[in-house]
């Protein structure tokens, strides 16, 4: 049986046979992965801390014919300030959901890695759906998707001034003039200009933002419709608490 190396992160963990879990890994060689971890849910399971949704670690995996398993796994780290605090729990299954609905198996995407591996460690001390909706432009933005917030995707002219249409129809920002029937989300101009800056600022002045609850929800549910339109699945944790979050 071919064994292989994988530097990845747990992105999806459910309860699979007995004792077994099935996990969704994305990894830094080999993209989106799924793989059994065997008796990991028995309390005495060695490997039970290096198979916990969101957690960073080194994979030796043996190739199976349908599904691989973890050979072993050894946590480089496990977020623990993402566990201690309920927003960030919501903010990381957002990020790990997107992920995972915006990714086919087997296909190397190492800038993805490296974005997702940044925002789970910036969930430290960034307000967690700050994060969430940063994280979301820039995946968009890696995968082609929503590239330009700067003028509309039919006629061209510069959006922002006044009322801005988000359609995922058309694949981005309609002005006033090209908007028609089609569904979508108005986005009003402080909210096109915070969308904006989030795609953009340098990581480590993510911090300094903040907003009211009404910007959040424009803002994530703007991003939730277009993403869950876009790869045609629900995003689940989005919606979730929907008093927190949208
Ligand atoms: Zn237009």
Same mark, same amino acid.
């Given at each position: 049986?071919?064994?292989?190396?994988?530097?990845?992160?747990?992105?999806?963990?459910?309860?699979?046979?007995?004792?077994?879990?099935?996990?969704?890994?994305?990894?830094?060689?080999? +993209?989106?992965?799924?793989?059994?971890?065997?008796?990991?849910?028995?309390?005495?399971?060695?490997?039970?801390?290096?198979?916990?949704?969101?957690?960073?670690?080194?994979?030796?995996?043996?190739?199976?014919?349908?599904?691989?398993?973890? $050979?072993?796994?050894?946590?480089?780290? $496990?977020?623990?300030?993402?566990?201690?605090?309920?927003?960030?729990?919501?903010?990381? $299954? +957002?990020?790990?959901?997107?992920?995972?609905? $915006?990714?086919?198996?087997?296909?190397?995407?190492?800038?993805?890695?490296?974005?997702?591996?940044?925002?789970?460690?910036?969930?430290?001390?960034?307000?967690?759906?700050?994060?969430?909706?940063?994280?979301?432009?820039?995946?968009?933005?890696?995968?082609?998707?929503?590239?330009?917030?700067?003028?509309?995707?039919?006629? +061209?002219?510069?959006? +922002?001034?006044?009322?801005?249409?988000?359609?995922?129809?058309?694949?981005?920002?309609?002005?006033?003039?090209?908007?028609?029937?089609?569904?979508?989300?108005?986005?009003?101009?402080?909210?096109?200009?915070?969308?904006?800056?989030?795609?953009?600022?340098?990581?480590?002045?993510?911090?300094?933002?903040?907003?009211?609850?009404?910007?959040?929800?424009?803002?994530?549910?703007?991003?939730?419709?277009?993403?869950?339109?876009?790869?045609?699945?629900?995003?689940?944790?989005?919606?979730?608490?929907?008093?927190?979050?949208?």
């Amino acid at each position: 049986m071919a064994v292989y190396n994988a530097d990845a992160i747990v992105i999806r963990s459910r309860e699979y046979g007995e004792s077994d879990k099935l996990l969704t890994l994305f990894s830094r060689e080999r +993209g989106k992965l799924e793989a059994v971890a065997k008796g990991v849910r028995k309390p005495k399971s060695t490997q039970r801390g290096g198979t916990q949704l969101f957690t960073y670690a080194d994979f030796l995996l043996y190739k199976g014919k349908s599904l691989d398993t973890v $050979s072993q796994v050894h946590p480089r780290e $496990s977020f623990i300030h993402i566990w201690n605090d309920f927003d960030r729990t919501i903010a990381a $299954s +957002g990020i790990a959901e997107l992920l995972d609905i $915006s990714t086919t198996r087997e296909q190397t995407e190492s800038e993805l890695f490296t974005l997702t591996l940044g925002f789970l460690f910036l969930l430290k001390y960034v307000d967690p759906y700050i994060a969430q909706a940063a994280y979301a432009l820039r995946l968009l933005n890696i995968q082609g998707y929503l590239p330009g917030l700067n003028n509309c995707v039919e006629c +061209g002219t510069a959006v +922002g001034g006044t009322q801005t249409f988000l359609s995922a129809e058309a694949g981005g920002l309609l002005c006033s003039g090209c908007k028609n029937n089609e569904a979508g989300r108005m986005l009003s101009g402080g909210g096109l200009a915070l969308m904006r800056r989030l795609k953009t600022v340098e990581l480590d002045k993510l911090d300094r933002f903040r907003w009211n609850k009404k910007m959040r929800i424009e803002i994530l549910d703007g991003l939730c419709y277009f993403s869950e339109n876009k790869f045609e699945r629900k995003l689940k944790a989005w919606r979730s608490g929907s008093e927190m979050i949208i």
